[in-house]
């Protein structure tokens, strides 16, 4: 089965996958892939450049996972997928979980948690 997780920035969208996801299934989270691409790194801490890449990294994962979903569970943290990417999970099937605790929740948590760079994806999640 398929399960997209979608949500603006510090939503709870990984907490979410970690709490319903069992060890042996597919989680493809961008920032745990961020992660895997740098040393040492950790709280979204990565460059604009390790972003990129990762996100040409979960591109080639979903593009991977998504004929697996047929026979395992695959959980995809995707926070703004593109019509294209729609359409690819609505084609398989995908049980959507939106997650969406508030604007001020969200701001408040990247305050704790998160680079100042957070802050603004979340507005412009909520606001374009």
């Given at each position: 089965m398929l399960t997209v997780v979608t949500g603006p920035p510090?939503?709870?969208?990984?907490?979410?996958?970690?709490?319903?996801?069992?060890t042996d299934e597919i989680v493809i989270d961008l920032d745990e892939l961020a992660y895997a691409l740098?040393?040492?790194?950790?709280?979204?801490?990565?460059?604009?450049c390790v972003r990129g890449v990762a996100i040409?990294?979960?591109?080639?994962?979903?593009?991977?996972?998504?004929p697996?979903?047929?026979?395992?569970?695959v959980y995809v943290i995707h926070t703004t997928p593109s019509r294209l990417d729609w359409q690819a999970y609505k084609q398989h099937q995908a049980r959507i979980v939106r997650l969406n605790p508030g604007y001020d929740v969200c701001i408040a948590r990247a305050a704790e948690e998160r680079p100042a760079w957070v802050a603004e994806t979340i507005r412009a999640w909520y606001f374009g």
């Open positions: 510090c939503s709870g969208k990984t907490t979410w996958v970690r709490f319903h996801a069992q740098t040393v040492g790194r950790t709280n979204h801490d990565y460059t604009a040409n990294a979960r591109a080639a994962a979903i593009r991977a996972a998504l697996l979903s047929r026979t395992h569970n």
